[in-house]
């Protein structure tokens, strides 16, 4: 059957008994039988934190959040009080090349269909608070400028949740009529700053101060400008005052599933928001979260920006591993990783090896490796894998959480649990000094994680940290824009490169979600759809029924 047709197969519970489950009980905001939001509300519990992560995957993924879930309802299965916390799907990837974002086979979150198209509402209400503060940067130009705004220097960008490259590069204001006619930009949804905002913010009241401390633009005398200067943040906080509220749903096995907010990891920080996070805590004694794409950028964001932010310590990481990504990595074309090949597997290791050392020997957290089986893998490969991780002394265990019988699932359960438990003052550090120069801070990340040989600055990236400087908004932490297939930042320099150099050709500053965003390469913060995307294999009969979504 196919992930929906699985999905559609299981009876939920109607989300008032989950939410029981977690002992929550405030009133909850049911949408519909099977969804709900939960006002903001913490328990008394102090969960241990399990960050899911991988090594750098194909362009179809990984499957992290399908590990992630199969581990969750596997730790439930051994008694123990577990939530999950993950991120909501971006419509981008649901209609474009990755499909949807709740996992998958048996390891699902349901209502599958209603999570990954819309959800209870989250992405519009970003996008409608950005536009926002968008017309309003605009109105106010248009109504005499009273702020000596520079139509030239406007920092902030309009949004939209899908990947459209045609608005990339537009023109805004066209016609005598209808303002000062200015060249701007779209930024996906999932990348916007209101949407790291929302993922950082501790409670509504953080929410709105950090609302007004969006750096909008710079005046004639580059002096910066505020939301607040516009007076936008209170009526941003309106649109978002239910959006703030995480959303209960439930695994196949109806596990407790907080989801709430989802940012890119190669354009963005790539975590679900504080407050699911701490909430999930608070009501369980183990949280299951993920972090998105590779440990060189969900993982790195989530220790270095979301735990800081957040004083959150992870007690244990899941690393996820594909045959089909070593494959990729060791040197096989796309087209033929469902075809055996030791050797590809054997080389591919070594990018498998670097992200062990990031989280292991950089981050100084324990592991184990899970090694995510499909059915095209062979019983060589997968001990290849194995044999080698052996060697080495890493642990890992084979799983296949898509399959109905989640082979493996319950040892990875067993190992993760041991590991909290062996290692409860485990020596997790950050990576840098958030009070380092931001160049220190760049080369930190690129040389430790990325493995890099140093970092190159274009022209426009060193004029922007020479202005950060010199306003002392530089004490903040870094979040680098990379591809995602790539530990450098070039997409098709796989494996574990070496003796490259990262090149950043722009720096951006989000003062309302608190940190410094360092574009690496060419890469772009409004993805593009290919050529046959994902939406034309879509179908919806009469009675709603759909076809085509996984």
């Known amino acids: 059957m196919t992930d929906i047709e699985i999905a559609k197969s299981v009876n939920l519970k109607k989300i008032k008994k989950i939410a029981k489950k977690l002992k929550y009980k405030n009133d909850i905001i049911n949408y ?59 419509l981008g990837p649901v209609f474009g090349i990755k499909g949807g974002a709740t996992g998958g086979g048996y390891s699902q979150i349901a209502p599958m269909e209603d999570i990954n198209l819309h959800f209870n509402g989250d992405f519009h209400a970003i996008t409608s608070a950005n536009n926002l503060l968008c017309s309003m940067i605009d109105n106010h130009i248009y109504q005499g400028n009273q702020l000596d705004i520079d139509v030239n220097k406007i920092l902030f960008h309009r949004c939209l949740d899908l990947n459209d490259r045609a608005l990339r590069q537009v023109t805004v204001a066209q016609g005598a009529k209808n303002g000062v006619e200015r060249q701007d930009q779209f930024t996906i949804t999932a990348a916007s700053e209101i949407m790291a905002i929302m993922c950082l913010c501790r409670d509504f009241e953080d929410l709105k101060i950090r609302l007004g401390n969006i750096m909008v633009a710079l005046n004639s005398k580059g002096r910066p400008i505020y939301a607040r200067d516009l007076h936008a943040e209170e009526g941003m906080a309106i649109l978002l005052k239910d959006a703030i509220m995480p959303n209960l749903v439930q695994t196949l096995e109806h596990t407790p599933a907080l989801v709430h907010m989802g940012p890119f990891a190669n354009i963005a920080h790539g975590c679900n928001s504080i407050i699911a996070t701490k909430m999930a805590q608070s009501y369980a004694d183990y949280v299951v979260t993920e972090a998105g794409f590779g440990a060189d950028l969900g993982a790195e964001k989530f220790f270095d920006v979301k735990c800081r932010v957040g004083n959150i310590k992870p007690s244990a ?57 499909y059915k095209t893998d062979t019983f060589e490969e997968l001990s290849t894998i194995q044999t080698e991780l052996d060697k080495a002394n890493i642990p890992s265990i084979v799983c296949d959480v898509y399959g109905k019988d989640k082979i493996g699932t319950d040892n990875l359960a067993k190992s993760v649990i041991n590991i909290c438990d062996k290692y409860i003052d485990n020596n997790f550090k950050f990576l840098y000094d958030q009070q380092s120069t931001i160049k220190k801070k760049i080369k930190e990340v690129a040389t430790r994680v990325y493995g890099a040989k140093g970092v190159k600055y274009s022209d426009e990236a060193n004029k922007e940290i020479e202005y950060l400087t010199s306003h002392h908004l530089d004490k903040l932490p870094i979040v680098i824009a990379k591809t995602q297939y790539s530990l450098s930042d070039n997409a098709k320099l796989l494996n574990r490169p070496k003796d490259f150099y990262i090149t950043i050709t722009d720096i951006q500053v989000k003062t309302g979600a608190g940190f410094i965003v360092a574009i690496a390469g060419n890469m772009l913060l409004m993805p593009g759809l290919s050529k046959t995307p994902n939406v034309v294999n879509m179908h919806i009969d009469e009675q709603y029924n759909i076809e085509g979504l996984f």
């Open 32 to 90: 519909g039988q099977y969804k709900a939001k939960l006002p903001i509300v913490y328990g008394k519990k102090n969960g241990k934190v399990i960050l899911v992560t991988a090594i750098n995957p194909t362009k179809l993924g990984i499957g992290k959040t399908t590990v992630a879930i199969g581990l969750a309802d596997a730790i439930k299965k051994l008694g123990k009080k577990v939530c999950l916390a993950l991120r909501e799907p971006s």
């Open 317 to 373: 990481v899941v690393l996820v591993v594909t045959v089909g990504a070593l494959k990729l990595n060791g040197g096989a074309s796309f087209a033929g990783l469902s075809s055996p090949n030791v050797d590809a597997v054997k080389l591919g290791m070594e990018n498998l090896y670097a992200h062990i050392n990031t989280i292991f020997n950089e981050f100084k957290l324990p592991m184990v490796v899970a090694i995510n089986k």
